[in-house]
């Protein structure tokens, strides 16, 4: 099969690929893993299960601990071999999903959001205090052992580590998904009420989706711990929380590999874009918005939806669309980051010293893109002005040209909806008034 | 006595002004089943838009300024954000919502600094309101709590005794209904998540020149104020009221007893064995006192899951 076989190069491929890599981007892949996987592990309860969970972090950060402890922490002795510490990680962050899925998922929708969100919260402001297990505000730190023979002092075997154990568990996670067990979980998100008729015990069947779900963050928070050897509070921050639930959704929600791609492209594009820019998390913020408003499928609905028009159209004729969207794309992303990177420049401390220092009507010069632009000219604030009604004005063209395309196609199947650049003129309609129905 | 009456009056007006901030929460979820992740954005926004407009007007001002300011930030949010999506379902408006305050938490980094501003009270306001057992009792912090309680009851009154209130209350339970008895409801849902934001918006002006103003305030507030609404029931006003009041006094309580649980097994003669043990037992209470806000939220949902005053399911 087709698919199969692109899956084996890919494994293949990540198993080659501290071959050719540096160090310092082994270490990136091996966050993207473990990002990776812990998105998977929040879409079980997130997007197969329909409940929305604001607290995985603490999941995460319990597996982390867990494994720490595990690996034995300032300089105690270990309770199992190196390969095995995430096991540590997966078996607490499952009991304590245990508990924490029984609370919360007696009740649904936004409640069992509040409900996750304010578990996680407890567990932030419990763990300072609790010096014994969390090392107050300190934290942690461990040392990964020697064992069977493999040395685990460098970056690549703990790469090989983290990567049989990541395909081990999403393998897992993808099986579980053609289990009567996975199927019911859908049915879960699709009509829980149906579900309970049938006479299956719904509360029962959530606590444990909830449970296996946080047993693979514990497994992701054990191998991130594995490759920094230490952790404190922090990990239970909100912060790990919103960044699972950006990824996941950018990535898309309905489609197994929707998380894995996402949690893995925003790792990356974070590793690549953090020496670059400070703006990295705004940036990804405005990513998630846009693709909420115009793109709820995400990264992997985006190209099912190329796809389909690939498939409908030839490329003759929807050669001059794509360039005008890519235009259009182009040219707000670059007014958008032009703005973003000149008002963090211009407001920043340092800067504001140095224009005090050079006087009334200087300001001093200002270096992004590999040039020197000065605030205070005209070609400063033209730029991304110019920019930016250009790049609406490529849209508004691409979005004529979009129904051109559609209206010369006289089949009149409406196979495919409209790409993400042209969402703009759907949302007029949206506005009629729709119920606002208690949850 | 004194520790006592100090707290009482503390944690009554942290509570009132908590209420500032649920009222608009509760209310707009009662309406458009919106749980807004961003509101305790608003509150921040409210905050540092009353920084920078009193350098210009001065502080009452600039307070209502950023007040109504806030009111059309939260107009434009309901009309050009969540409109758009309301047809994909609440928990894609919980997520855009939730989007948002992540871009305006990273905007007013960008903005101010990621680092608390020095916004303070004016010193005309800097005095003291009476001399409670030797310690002066700030004005200022009964100008918060007198106009959170005027809120209270302007909102109170506009619901109850007003048309404009009936047509909210009543969009509030039939939509539907209210629509077709020719009333605009997406006008009504949009002017009262304007209200709600401006009185977020408020709440931060006053309390975040007393308070710290940072970029994390919005973070901090936001969880405690789901635990209010939670614990006060979706969507209820007054069990806003009273949830704000109870976790306000529980809070400042909470601070200054020096009790664990040690002390709980030394009335039974096991004290040593119990904090030989140390670790939970030993956790003295004034350090949970962020912690207790949630267990109380728990044990609401364990034994009355629709708040204090919430209507079943």
């Not at chain 2, 905050?47 to 350098?55: I, V």
């Not at chain 2, 999506?85 to 101010?112: C, D, N, P, R």
């Not at chain 2, 970029?215 to 209820?236: E, Y």
């Amino acid at each position: 099969m087709k698919k199969t076989n692109i899956i084996i190069i890919f494994v293949v491929l990540l198993f080659c690929l501290p071959a050719f890599l540096s160090h310092s981007l082994v270490n990136a892949v091996n966050q993207m893993l473990i990002a990776a996987l812990f998105a998977c592990a929040f879409n079980l309860v997130c997007g197969q299960g329909g409940m929305l969970s604001f607290g995985h972090s603490a999941y995460f950060g319990i597996g982390a601990f867990a494994t720490l402890h595990a690996m034995g922490v300032m300089g105690a002795e270990g309770i199992m071999p190196t390969p095995f510490l995430p096991v540590a990680g997966a078996l607490v962050g499952f009991s304590v999903g245990l508990i924490a899925g029984w609370f919360s998922t007696k009740r649904t929708g936004v409640y069992f959001s509040m409900i996750t969100l304010a578990l996680a919260e407890l567990l932030h402001t419990v763990a300072p205090h609790l010096k014994g297990i969390f090392g107050g505000e300190a934290g942690l730190s461990g040392m990964r052992m020697p064992s069977l023979g493999i040395s685990f002092g460098t970056d690549i075997h703990v790469y090989y580590l983290t990567l049989i154990w990541v395909l081990l568990a999403v393998g897992f996670l993808y099986f579980l998904t053609f289990t009567p067990f996975g199927r019911l979980v859908f049915a879960l998100r699709d009509n829980s009420h149906r579900l309970r008729f049938l006479g299956y015990n719904v509360h029962r069947l959530g606590t444990m989706t909830f449970a296996l779900s946080a047993m693979f963050a514990g497994l992701a928070g054990g191998l991130q711990v594995i490759s920094i050897e230490a952790s404190n509070y922090t990990v239970f921050d909100m912060h790990l929380s919103a960044e699972v639930v950006l990824n996941t959704y950018i990535g898309g929600v309905n489609v197994f590999i929707g998380p894995l791609l996402g949690a893995a492209v925003m790792t990356f594009m974070g590793n690549a874009f953090s020496d670059l820019t400070r703006n990295w998390l705004l940036y990804k913020g405005v990513i998630f918005i846009l693709f909420m408003m115009f793109m709820p499928t995400g990264i992997v609905g985006f190209f099912q939806i190329l796809f389909t028009i690939f498939r409908k159209y030839s490329l003759r004729i929807l050669s001059p669309f794509l360039l005008l969207a890519s235009i259009a794309a182009l040219l707000l992303g670059f007014s958008t980051v032009y703005t973003v990177e000149m008002m963090q420049r211009v407001l920043s401390q340092d800067y504001q010293m140095l224009a005090q220092l050079a006087g009334a009507n200087v300001w001093p010069a200002i270096v992004l893109f590999g040039r020197e632009w000065f605030p205070g000219t005209g070609l400063f604030y033209v730029v991304p002005v110019f920019l930016f009604f250009s790049g609406l004005a490529a849209l508004k063209l691409a979005i004529i040209k979009w129904h051109k395309i559609k209206d010369n196609d006289e089949s009149g199947v409406s196979g495919a909806t409209l790409p993400e650049k042209s969402g703009n003129d759907v949302s007029e309609q949206n506005c009629e008034f729709n119920a606002g129905e208690k949850v | 006595m004194e520790y006592f009456t100090i707290s009482l009056f503390n944690g009554t007006i942290y509570g009132l002004l908590l209420f500032m901030v649920s009222a608009g929460l509760t209310l707009v979820f009662g309406m458009m089943g919106v749980l807004n992740f961003a509101h305790a954005s608003f509150y921040m926004v409210g905050a540092y838009f009353a920084y920078s407009l009193q350098k210009v007007f001065g502080f009452w001002p600039a307070i209502i300024l950023s007040t109504l300011l806030v009111g059309v930030v939260g107009v434009f949010v309901e009309r050009f954000f969540l409109r758009r999506v309301h047809h994909y379902g609440h928990a894609h408006e919980l997520l855009l919502t939730f989007g948002l305050s992540y871009i305006i938490a990273e905007l007013v980094k960008l903005f101010y600094g990621n680092y608390p501003i020095n916004y303070r009270i004016p010193e005309s306001l800097n005095f003291a309101a009476f001399q409670i057992f030797g310690t002066n009792y700030p004005v200022y912090r009964l100008i918060m709590g007198g106009i959170s309680l005027a809120i209270f009851v302007l909102v109170y009154l506009l619901l109850t005794r007003t048309r404009v209130g009936i047509v909210v209350r009543s969009a509030i339970y039939k939509p539907h209904m209210v629509a077709a008895l020719g009333h605009n409801v997406p006008l009504v849902f949009m002017s009262v998540f304007g209200v709600g934001a401006a009185l977020a918006g408020l709440s931060g002006a006053v309390a975040g020149a007393f308070y710290i103003t940072s970029p994390n305030m919005a973070l901090d507030l936001g969880i405690i104020v789901f635990v209010v609404v939670v614990v006060g029931g979706l969507g209820s006003l007054e069990g806003a009221m009273i949830a704000s009041i109870i976790i306000g006094l529980i809070s400042s309580f909470a601070v200054g007893i020096d009790l664990s649980l040690v002390d709980v097994f030394t009335l039974f003669g096991a004290g040593e064995w119990a904090s030989g043990i140390g670790g939970a037992l030993a956790l003295k209470i004034s350090s949970l006192s962020a912690t207790i806000p949630f267990l109380l939220m728990l044990i609401i949902l364990l034994i009355r899951p629709s708040g204090l005053m919430g209507e079943k399911e």
